[in-house]
């Protein structure tokens, strides 16, 4: 899985790996009074229990018969003039992987820009987060993306929060997740309440948002078990009360429920081409496109997960994240899709 952004120093220097054996851990005044975590009731921690790639053929097969509204409409929000392009490559990814349609939402100043650079996802001005309200009263819309350009003034803030409030799938990813770094309360009061929500940081993003769990990854154990990296992403799942997927080579992915999931990919099929920038915009916009079409928030990040790795390693050397959508459909062809 991708580098999508270095950790910092601190943990860089004390990151461990997650078949490390456990050192003697961190004592109960350094470990405070977080609350335990729901143990996981479906918790994989061996690649070869995740799903394979033969055994997502079914779920991924589209129904004959059925029409574009069927497999669900994602709309993914863009950013200002000169910042649509994760964006772009969000909505690109979310039609590649299935969604029946994708619409594209940005300010009324940037449809042009995106306008010259898409043709089957469609476009809609967006001034605001009153303008994403009244746009999400149309029940056919499945899912939603937001963050990647977005800017992090309070505009994205109200956008994120509005997105949440609604009955819509939602994955935050970049922006929509630093805008809150402030106040992390703000997010998850509106993720809970939503139940249906992904957050997709890496490093740096976690921290912001679970600055006390990235510190605890960093800490050198004393006297019981290294908290690592399956540990953190756990509690802040059930802290947020969503799906979490912490990114980087060795990406975990954990529900509120206590389920959680190593990246399968990460020792024997391991992508090092997804470090390079916006790959992790385009995780964002698998996500939403599966949940568009129906899939589970946790089956959702998983799936998406593997495609993102399967995509890159179809590519190979010389990707740049342009390159993964288009390789979406190869890898359905390698399922017999």
């Given at each position: 899985m991708?580098?999508?952004?270095?950790?910092p120093?601190?943990?860089?220097?004390?990151?461990r790996?997650?078949n490390a054996?456990?050192?003697a851990a961190i004592t109960r005044?350094?470990?405070?009074?977080?609350?335990?975590p729901?143990?996981g009731?479906?918790?994989?921690?061996?690649?070869?229990?995740?799903?394979a790639?033969?055994?997502?053929r079914?779920?991924?097969?589209?129904?004959e018969?059925?029409?574009?509204y069927?497999?669900?409409?994602a709309?993914?929000?863009?950013?200002?003039?000169g910042?649509?392009?994760?964006?772009?490559?969000?909505?690109?990814?979310?039609l590649r992987v299935g969604?029946?349609?994708?619409?594209?939402?940005?300010?009324?100043?940037a449809?042009?820009?995106?306008?010259?650079?898409?043709?089957?996802i469609m476009l809609?001005?967006?001034a605001?987060?009153?303008?994403?309200?009244a746009?999400?009263?149309?029940d056919?819309?499945?899912a939603?993306?937001?963050g990647?350009g977005?800017?992090l003034?309070?505009a994205t803030?109200?956008l994120?929060l509005?997105?949440?409030?609604a009955?819509?799938?939602?994955?935050?990813?970049?922006?929509?997740?630093?805008?809150?770094?402030?106040?992390p309360e703000?997010?998850?009061?509106r993720?809970?309440?939503n139940?249906?929500?992904?957050l997709t940081?890496?490093?740096?993003e976690?921290?912001?948002?679970?600055?006390?769990?990235?510190?605890?990854?960093a800490?050198?154990?004393?006297?019981?078990p290294?908290f690592s990296?399956v540990?953190a992403?756990?509690?802040?799942a059930a802290r947020?009360?969503?799906?979490?997927?912490?990114?980087g080579?060795?990406?975990?992915i954990?529900?509120?429920?206590?389920?959680?999931v190593?990246?399968?990919?990460h020792r024997?099929?391991g992508?090092p081409?997804?470090?390079?920038?916006g790959?992790?915009d385009?995780?964002?916009?698998?996500?939403?496109g599966?949940?568009a079409r129906?899939?589970a928030?946790?089956?959702?990040a998983?799936?998406g997960?593997?495609?993102?790795?399967e995509?890159?390693r179809?590519?190979?050397?010389g990707?740049?994240?342009e390159?993964?959508?288009?390789?979406i459909?190869?890898?359905?062809r390698?399922?017999?899709?």
């Amino acid at each position: 899985m991708p580098n999508y952004a270095p950790s910092p120093p601190k943990a860089r220097r004390r990151a461990r790996g997650l078949n490390a054996p456990p050192r003697a851990a961190i004592t109960r005044r350094q470990r405070g009074n977080t609350p335990r975590p729901p143990q996981g009731r479906d918790v994989v921690h061996d690649p070869s229990k995740c799903p394979a790639l033969p055994d997502l053929r079914p779920r991924l097969a589209k129904r004959e018969g059925a029409h574009k509204y069927h497999h669900g409409h994602a709309v993914v929000l863009a950013g200002g003039p000169g910042r649509g392009g994760a964006g772009r490559l969000a909505a690109r990814a979310a039609l590649r992987v299935g969604a029946g349609l994708v619409t594209l939402a940005c300010p009324p100043e940037a449809l042009a820009e995106n306008a010259a650079r898409l043709d089957a996802i469609m476009l809609r001005p967006l001034a605001d987060a009153i303008a994403l309200a009244a746009l999400l009263e149309d029940d056919r819309i499945t899912a939603l993306c937001l963050g990647p350009g977005l800017g992090l003034g309070a505009a994205t803030r109200d956008l994120a929060l509005t997105a949440l409030a609604a009955d819509q799938a939602t994955v935050l990813d970049a922006d929509a997740l630093t805008v809150f770094a402030a106040d992390p309360e703000a997010l998850f009061d509106r993720a809970r309440a939503n139940g249906r929500a992904v957050l997709t940081p890496h490093g740096g993003e976690f921290a912001r948002l679970f600055p006390d769990l990235a510190c605890r990854m960093a800490e050198e154990p004393m006297d019981s078990p290294a908290f690592s990296k399956v540990d953190a992403t756990r509690a802040a799942a059930a802290r947020a009360g969503a799906v979490v997927l912490f990114k980087g080579p060795d990406t975990v992915i954990a529900a509120p429920d206590g389920q959680l999931v190593l990246d399968p990919h990460h020792r024997e099929r391991g992508a090092p081409w997804l470090a390079t920038a916006g790959s992790g915009d385009v995780l964002a916009g698998l996500i939403a496109g599966l949940a568009a079409r129906g899939f589970a928030p946790f089956e959702a990040a998983q799936i998406g997960t593997i495609l993102h790795v399967e995509a890159a390693r179809r590519f190979g050397p010389g990707l740049i994240a342009e390159d993964l959508p288009e390789q979406i459909p190869a890898v359905f062809r390698d399922l017999g899709l």
